[in-house]
């Protein structure tokens, strides 16, 4: 599966010149509405044959990007299926929510940039790229 997320996710990026998820979700048609969302941070949903992402506009930008594209990873790989992102478990759940967290780390965190810093720690690396160390782990684990 990973491969098969890693290709895909390179594709979109090729195809539409962008690791940006607002812009990707503009191309692949999924509507993004940002506003209250309450204690969830994202979620992703698929009504009358479209797809939606609702994102909490509590969010600061990084986080915002990150639940964006782990949401826009359900839209592309779990179609018919409603998401939510919760902080504190998204992040640590199997099945779809891995697969979905994988996508977002390989859309928002390029290879090169990891093997520009081989000697930073992960902690620094997360300090760099402005994502939480977990984020940063599942980009690692997929590397290897």
């Known amino acids: 599966m990973r491969d098969k997320i890693k290709k895909k996710v390179a594709y979109y ?3 539409y010149n962008t690791r940006d998820p607002f812009r990707l979700a503009n191309a692949l048609n ?12 994202g979620c992703y949903m698929f009504l009358k044959n479209h797809r939606y992402i609702f994102l909490n506009q509590e969010l600061e930008e990084q986080e ?8 826009l990873g359900h839209a592309v ?9 919760l902080r504190e478990k998204t992040l640590l759940l ?3 929510e891995r697969e979905a967290n994988l996508f977002a ?19 620094q690396l997360a300090r760099l790229l402005g994502y939480r160390e977990q ?7 997929n590397m290897r």
């Open 77 to 85: 790989m779990h179609r018919k299926q409603n998401c939510y992102f």
């Open 30 to 41: 999924v509507e993004v509405q940002i506003g209250n969302t309450g204690s969830c941070c």
């Open 64 to 71: 915002a990007n990150m639940v964006l594209a782990h949401e």
């Open 105 to 123: 780390a390989e859309l928002l965190i390029p290879e090169e940039t990891i093997l520009e810093y081989p000697d930073y720690s992960i902690e």
């Open 13 to 15: 990026v090729r195809k």
């Open 135 to 141: 984020f940063v782990k599942i980009k690692l684990r």
């Open 94 to 96: 199997p099945g779809i």
